[in-house]
């Protein structure tokens, strides 16, 4: 390229380079403003014989290899019984549902309402068998869908962890 071109040129090429870039992030950013994710429930919250159970489909059994070599297992749920439009606008509760408690936003809380429905519960494994946990409780209602299962590792405990005096 001779040296007069290119003064016209590289200008040029920057603004295209720019426009395209511009391009990019304006897409990007409207695509992460409507995104939105399927998610397949791995089980359900069993109850039987008076044992709670998380109930794996058979598909997703082989997941659960060494699962029994843990005690616990943090039980990722759908609060399925709170699912609509209403509940999912919800974003200040009192804690436990209690008025005592001070007004708090959802994401401050434990509480079933809020714009993604999902559940958490740190679970005892008493017995893992084919398809089927047994835990010793969980805060889900039988039927509850499960997303997924991840053990709990003692060492990623907090120490010194803060709560507010009254929740």
Known sequence: MQPSTAKYFYPRLTLLMAAAV????????????????TMNPIGHVAGKD?????????KYQDGLLR???????WVIWWFDQHD???QRQILQVHPRRDPRNPLSGVFATRAPVRPNLIGLTLCRIISVQDNVVEIDGIDAYEGTPVLDLKPYIPSESVPGAKTPQRY
């Open 50 to 58: 008076g044992k709670t159970q998380i109930v794996i489909d058979a």
């Open 67 to 73: 699962l029994d070599d843990f005690s616990h297992v």
């Open 84 to 86: 609509n439009p209403v």
């Open 22 to 37: 511009m391009a990019l992030l304006t897409t990007a950013m409207a695509r992460a403003e409507n995104l939105s994710y």
